[in-house]
T-cell receptor, first 112, second 108 residues
């Protein structure tokens, strides 16, 4: 089954404790991206990747890191999480560019 | 001015009515336009995309694009309670920008 998976789905952590949210797709898509969704603000792009080893900042990259060492994986790293990073995070992938994106199930993060 | 703006909700329509969702965008160079549906607690899923001025129909859904007015809309005919969700407009120019979403409630 073609899908985008994210782990964990739910995470409660404390300020400053490094964490990684994994994202994997099995559709051989070149384009992958991370979004956060907050009430009243919609989906905002954090980082995106056009291909392996090619990443770029989206609209709200501060406090986040990404890497794209393999085509199928695009982990999101929070080196020192803060409460303002409490949000719902979505990973997405598409064949190329940003068209027709397929979203993962989401990761709900709470930073205390 | 927001780059992509949707009409504020929630929008409530009776079952069987036409629901009209609107979206305006600021980048005149935008070329691709998308409508995603997001059920509560779920991830967004693509329901329509449109690239050219005019109407595009898919079942009960019609997307309308007017590039001169920088306006894209989604019409849902014969609305059903299962259409109750948040609808996200997304516009691609140099990058893909999402609107804040419009919550639709279809009352039986």
């Amino acid at each position: 089954e073609a899908q985008v998976t994210q782990n964990p789905r739910y995470l409660i952590t404390v300020t400053g404790k490094k964490l990684t949210v994994t994202c994997s797709q099995n559709m051989n898509h070149e384009y992958m991206s991370w979004y956060r969704q907050d009430p009243g603000l919609g989906l905002r792009q954090i980082y995106y990747s056009m291909n392996v080893e090619v990443t770029d900042k989206g609209d709200v990259p501060e406090g986040y890191k990404v890497s794209r060492k393999e085509k199928r994986n695009f982990p999101l790293i929070l080196e020192s999480p803060s409460p303002n990073q409490t949000s719902l995070y979505f990973c997405a992938s598409s064949l190329e560019g940003a068209e027709t994106q397929y979203f993962g199930p989401g990761t709900r993060l709470l930073v205390l | 001015q927001k780059e992509v703006e949707q009409n504020s909700g929630p929008l409530s329509v009776p079952e069987g009515a036409i629901a009209s969702l609107n979206c305006t965008y600021s980048d005149r160079g935008s070329q691709s336009f998308f409508w995603y549906r997001q059920y509560s607690g779920k991830s967004p899923e693509l329901i329509m995309f449109i690239y050219s001025n005019g109407d595009k129909e898919d079942g009960r859904f019609t997307a309308q694009l007017n590039k001169a007015s920088q306006y894209v809309s989604l019409l849902i005919r014969d609305s059903q309670p299962s259409d109750s969700a948040t609808y996200l407009c997304a516009v691609q120019g140099g990058k893909l920008i999402f609107g804040q979403g419009t919550e639709l409630s279809v009352k039986p």
